[in-house]
């Protein structure tokens, strides 16, 4: 036995296994954390995609006969971005502005007067909470885009 003991000092094998165990539980929260973060940008993304496909739904949607952009009901927008974002319509926020000459006015519903340039714009705006299965607490994620409708 006492031939046996200075041989085990001197003994360097199992050192890296010894080593790993230090590193490994640093290794896994920082893996943990990347797939975080890599969750959240995607659902970030998503959200930001559900926008432009609403947006893209005012453009292709065929004009009304006899309407002007003041009687279009965007109700449908509301019904697709939360459709496509996966949220209920009471986190999706439409607004709708009129600008004159590129000053907006208090009314959406006027109009212009005179040759002043009218343009007539639709935002559409998306709030979504996001919960981590590791680190992040609950992050509030919003995505908005506008289109020119006139």
């Known amino acids: 036995m006492r031939l046996r003991l200075p041989s085990l000092g001197r003994d ?32 970030r993304f998503a959200l930001q995609q559900a926008v432009n496909r609403s947006l893209e ?11 002007t952009s003041t009687d279009l009901d965007y109700s449908f927008v509301k019904t697709e971005a939360a459709s496509a974002a996966g949220v209920p319509q009471s986190q999706v926020t439409l607004t709708r502005w009129l600008e004159c000459d590129g000053v907006e006015q208090a009314s959406v519903t006027g109009a212009c007067t005179g040759t002043a340039d009218t343009a007539r714009y639709l935002r559409v705006h998306i709030t979504k909470n996001f919960q981590g299965d590791f680190y992040f607490s609950t992050i509030r994620m919003t995505a908005s885009g506008a289109l020119r409708t006139q």
Do not use: K, N, Y
Request: overall charge negative; glycine content about 12%; aromatic content about 6%.
């Open 57 to 67: 739904l005012v453009q292709a949607r065929p004009a009304i006969a006899g309407a």
């Open 12 to 43: 360097e094998r199992g050192t890296s296994l010894i080593e790993f165990g230090f590193v490994a539980p640093f290794l896994a929260m920082l893996a943990m954390g990347v797939i975080d973060l890599s969750r959240g940008l995607a659902e």
